[in-house]
């Protein structure tokens, strides 16, 4: 099978590139305006004409992705395309994450996204909010390729924060914690959200803080995902409603292993459907391409042997996520 490094792309010329970000960035203007969110995805890689590149914009801070060997245009014409935007976007800063094909020739990938200067513009602050449908999450726009906030989650976000008032909710794979923070903006009576990195859920804490909410009687936990299940059901806690968006693959250093999500999909679900009470609800997130809809589904039957499914229901990607199928899929299944 062809991956999509494979692909060969052709280089947009300056106008062509242009036009496509223009009016990439002209579609989401009503999402613009609106102000439901602060941030947003402006550019939608191949979906927007432009391979390999996606420009995300939190608040007055730009984020440009450019994928080596799939991009539509090279650094330097991008470059100046961007600068030529900004204006008109109304952003300050720019920072750009660089995925090279060859990662080893690279160093740390991660570290080499660190530094305050802007690729274009002003220093942003190393952290500051940005609104979402009345939340509050919190971005570091230079720190590694994490900026915290998947965006593609809005939708969801807000679906999870509609469904959990007195919910004793469960995130798993929190990541910094925007699951989490939606449930209790919805009313959940009590939140778990699990990470193997400290880190992430430090920077949930926070927050936390900047909704106001008191992470008092919520439980942060860092852990396995495979092991929190192991020791959820020793301690006979069970949930209505888990959220799970694992990562395609991840490295776990104690002990060391790999977590893959295409070859652990069954043992993710069996260990979600185990914990969920009757008539509770899973939200399962994936952007494996290869784990399609057929494929989720079967695991999900195959998790449930023992039990029954009342409602599957696909969920739809955020306005300016379209025209990918198959960037990503979430689904909400209910459980008798
Ligand atoms: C795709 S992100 C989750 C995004 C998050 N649900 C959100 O909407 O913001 C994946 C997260 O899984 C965590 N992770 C990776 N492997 C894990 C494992 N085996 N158990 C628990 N967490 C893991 C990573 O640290 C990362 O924070």
Known sequence: MRSREDEQVELLKDDALMVRLRAAIERRRPMVDSGDATALRLVHDAADGVSGIVVEKFERVLVVQHHEGRAAAELDRLKAAIESLMESIGVESVYLKRFVRDRSASGDADDAHRGATPWL????????????????????????????????????????????????????????????????SGGAEEVTSVDLSARYLEWGRRNFAANELDAEGHRFIRDDAMKFYERARRQERDYDLIVIDPPTFARIKKPKGV??????????????????????????????????????EAAFHSATAQRKIQNIEWTALPGDFQGDPDYARSVLVKIR
């Open 259 to 296: 977590f893959v999500l295409a070859d652990q999909i069954d043992d993710v679900l069996v260990g979600a459907v185990d914990r969920l009470r009757p008539g509770g609800t899973i939200l399962f997130a994936t952007n494996d391409r290869r784990l399609n809809r057929k494929v989720v």
């Open 121 to 184: 513009g002003t220093p942003a602050d190393e952290e500051f909010a940005i609104r979402e449908g009345g939340m509050a999450f919190l971005i570091r726009p230079y720190d590694g390729f994490s900026t915290g906030l998947f965006l593609e989650h809005r939708d969801n976000r807000a679906r999870i924060r509609s469904m959990a008032q007195g919910k004793v909710v469960l995130n798993l794979f929190a990541y910094t914690c925007g699951f989490s923070i939606a449930a209790l």
